[in-house]
């Protein structure tokens, strides 16, 4: 199939008609657009409420826009047609990624080459779908919602929220992106979107210093007040909000610091992930999480520098993400996949880049990540179809499947069309 990139065949995006609505949460010092919320209640105690509750396992999507070169984050060294279809392109010096020997990492992809030593990458080097459309629009659009259908409107895991989220707490999806995920895209339920850390500081009007510090304390001793139900009910949510505050009170500074450095770059996508280290470690009732990582994967010229300049910046902030949650002891909680909308054509093109491709590479990184590969890589001989894109070997909605029962722990039927169709990998260790 070509290239099909025509606006007018592009599928809306999932939860384009949501309409999105601004909040300050004071005692949360969060300030954030919140979509999908028709009655959203008393909005601080509806987050307090959810986070003096058990925490709940984080799932973190990252991805990588513009469609990610497989072929080059785990390039086929020991195939015989690699270096013939990319003459120019070719890479070396990567490490041996162990469960193939035909593959080796991306040099700039090092980190993940540690985190998957450890045992904490599972790598699937081919997945995607069948029939794929090379199309930006339309297979990230698939991607999102969880199926190869142009209509859906709402996200994979926004229709996951629906049936196990609060009307009252949108930090349970959250976009770290200052806008909706459509991925995050619900039809009941509210979520969040927001710039990152340089966002959170408490705000009250007219109270600032010393007054408001004081104000503070005395609200958050009221927590510790009995009698009447409603007032004890009032008194712990108030208890529970000057928590919240008093650990994201960081955060309003101009740096956060890290217990392990991140990349110390222009872009957002490091700072963005320190941010998310700490809001799991404060203890926010977060459950979904979407981010796009740093750089762009659509490489059509000069591929060479720019993905490795892409890939570097984005390997480095997610192993620097790891560290961070292990040094807090909150890393059993979270898992995170990395992803693409597809990859690129096995062979390189005239202007030293790759155009779009079929299946693409994806990665679930965590502590408990079970580390092993899924699917395999077929070969270049046996593994393109006949435009020269690399075939899937395994499916993304097998994939998400297998996301939703094994650490979600839910029924994938409930939010995937035609689940039953789709092998489960297995991504925990036992």
Not at 335 to 346: H, Q, Y
Request: charged share 20%.
């Amino acid at each position: 199939m070509a290239c099909c990139d025509d606006p007018a065949l592009r599928p809306p995006p999932a939860g384009g008609d949501l309409t999105r609505r601004s909040f300050v949460a004071r005692s949360l010092g969060l300030a954030l657009s919140v979509y999908g919320a028709g009655r959203l209640g008393l909005f601080d105690e509806g987050v307090a409420t959810a986070a003096a509750s058990p925490p709940q396992r984080v799932l973190v999507t990252v991805f990588l826009e513009g469609g990610a070169d497989a072929l080059a984050l785990l390039y086929p060294d020991g195939d015989p047609l690699y270096r013939r279809l990319r003459p120019r392109l070719a890479l070396s010096g990567g490490q041996p990624f162990a469960e193939d020997d035909r593959l080796r990492w991306h040099p700039s992809l090092d980190p993940l080459a540690q985190l998957h030593a450890e045992g904490k990458v599972t790598v699937l080097p081919s997945v995607g779908y069948e029939h794929p459309d090379q199309s930006h629009f339309t297979s990230r659009h698939f991607w999102e919602v969880g199926a190869t259908d142009t209509g859906l409107r709402t996200g994979w895991l926004g229709r996951y929220l629906d049936r196990v989220g609060s009307p009252d707490n949108p930090l349970q999806g959250v976009s770290l992106t200052g806008q909706l995920q459509p991925s995050l895209a619900t039809s009941r339920v509210p979520v969040a979107a927001l710039d990152g850390p340089s966002q959170y500081d408490f705000w009250t009007q007219g109270v600032w210093d010393e007054v408001e510090r004081h104000m503070l304390d005395t609200l958050g001793a009221f927590g510790s007040l009995g009698g009447d139900p409603a007032v004890h009910q009032v008194a712990a949510v108030a208890a529970q909000s000057h928590r919240l505050y008093t650990q994201l009170a960081p955060f309003g500074k101009a740096k956060l610091a890290p217990p392990v450095p991140y990349p110390d770059v222009q872009d957002s996508f490091p700072k963005r992930l320190a941010g998310l280290a700490a809001m799991v470690g404060a203890g926010l009732p977060l459950h979904c999480v979407a981010l796009e990582a740093a750089g762009e994967y659509d490489t059509h010229a000069d591929q060479a520098s720019g993905l490795a300049a892409s890939l570097a910046t984005t390997a480095q902030s997610l192993l620097a993400f790891q560290r961070d949650l292990e040094s807090r002891g909150v890393a059993d909680r979270v898992l995170t996949l990395v992803w693409s909308e597809f990859g690129r054509r096995a062979a390189e093109n005239g202007s030293a880049g790759t155009d779009h491709g079929a299946a693409g590479a994806a990665f679930v990184i965590g502590t408990r990540a079970a580390g092993r590969m899924v699917g395999e890589f077929a070969g270049l001989k046996a593994g393109l179809d006949p435009d020269g894109n690399l075939r899937a070997t395994s499916d993304f909605r097998g994939l998400y499947a297998a996301l939703l029962e094994q650490w979600l722990q839910c029924d994938a039927a409930a939010v995937l069309p035609d689940a039953h169709r789709f092998a489960r990998p297995k991504l925990l260790r036992a």
